[in-house]
C-alpha cells in the first residue's frame, strides 16, 4: 500500500533498553520528520532528515539517534530508553522544503518504557 | 521566535452546536504557512487545511470553515452543526522556515449526542 508506515504500533521496553522505531513510505518524499507528541506538549519535533544521509536536530534530540541510509526509511533509535521517553511518536513526510507542502503522518507508535 | 497557541485546551458541545476553535500564532515572517490537523480517538493525524499569509479569504469546505487575519494572527476553525465523528483533538501549526511544523498544544473537542 501507497502512503506512511510505522513499526512497531504498540512497544513496550525496558529503562536502559535500546528501541528502534521504524517509519517507511512510498511516495519518494525527500523529507522526513520524526515527532513526539505528549500531553500538554502538542508535537514536538525531535529529529528530521532532507534526504538521504542529511539530517538535522530538531527541538528535543537528546537521547535519540537517527539514520537514513534510503530515501524510504528514516528509523529512530532510543540507544538506552528512559521512562521521559514514554510518549506517541509521530513520522511524518513531504516532498520538499517548501513551506507550503503539506506534511504527512504515519498512524504512530505507542512507546511505553518501564 | 514562532509560536501557536491554542488557548482552549477542552471544550464539550451538544450536537448540532457551532463550535470554534481558536488559534493565535507568532511569526516575523512576510511568508508563512497555516495547517489544522485532526487527531480522532484512533490516532492518526490527517490534514484538514493549508493556508498561506498571502489569502486572507475564508474557507468553506462543507461544515468545516476557517477564518484567517493577519491583524490579529489568528486562524479560526469552526464547526458548523457539530456531530459526534467530530469528536477530536484539533492542532493548529505553522510553517515558517520551511521544514517542520511548529504546532499548538491542540484542543480536545468532545461532541455528544
Known amino acids: 500500500d501507497a502512503g506512511i508506515t510505522q513499526s512497531p504500533r504498540y512497544k513496550i521496553t525496558e529503562t536502559g533498553r535500546q528501541v528502534t522505531l521504524m517509519c517507511h513510505q512510498t511516495?519518494?518524499?525527500?523529507?522526513m520528520f520524526w515527532y513526539r507528541q505528549d500531553l500538554g506538549h502538542g508535537l514536538r519535533l525531535i529529529y528530521y532528515?532532507?534526504?538521504?544521509?542529511?539530517?538535522e536536530k530538531g527541538e528535543v534530540p537528546d537521547g535519540y539517534v537517527v539514520s537514513r541510509s534510503k530515501t524510504e526509511n528514516f528509523p529512530l533509535t532510543l540507544e538506552s530508553a528512559t521512562r521521559s521517553q514514554t510518549s506517541v511518536y509521530f513520522c511524518?513526510?513531504?516532498?520538499?522544503?517548501?513551506?507550503?507542502?503539506?506534511?504527512?503522518f504515519g498512524p504512530g507508535t505507542r512507546l511505553t518504557v518501564l | 521566535a514562532q509560536k501557536v497557541t491554542q488557548a482552549q485546551t477542552e471544550i464539550s458541545v451538544v450536537e448540532k452546536e457551532d463550535v470554534t476553535l481558536d488559534c493565535v500564532y507568532e511569526?516575523?515572517?512576510?511568508?508563512?504557512?497555516l495547517f489544522w490537523y485532526k487527531q480522532p480517538p484512533s490516532g492518526e493525524l490527517v490534514f484538514l487545511i493549508r493556508r498561506n499569509s498571502f489569502d486572507e479569504q475564508n474557507e468553506i469546505s462543507g461544515r468545516y470553515s476557517w477564518n484567517f487575519q493577519k491583524s490579529t494572527s489568528s486562524f479560526n476553525f469552526t464547526i458548523t452543526a457539530s456531530q459526534v465523528v467530530d469528536s477530536a483533538v484539533y492542532f493548529c501549526a505553522l510553517n515558517q522556515a520551511g521544514t517542520a511544523l511548529i504546532f499548538g498544544k491542540g484542543t480536545t473537542l468532545s461532541v455528544s449526542s
Open positions: 511524518a513526510s513531504k516532498t520538499t522544503s517548501m513551506s507550503s507542502d503539506t506534511q504527512y
Open positions: 511516495w519518494s518524499h525527500s523529507y
Open positions: 532528515s532532507a534526504a538521504a544521509d542529511i539530517t
Open positions: 511569526t516575523r515572517d512576510t511568508t508563512y504557512y
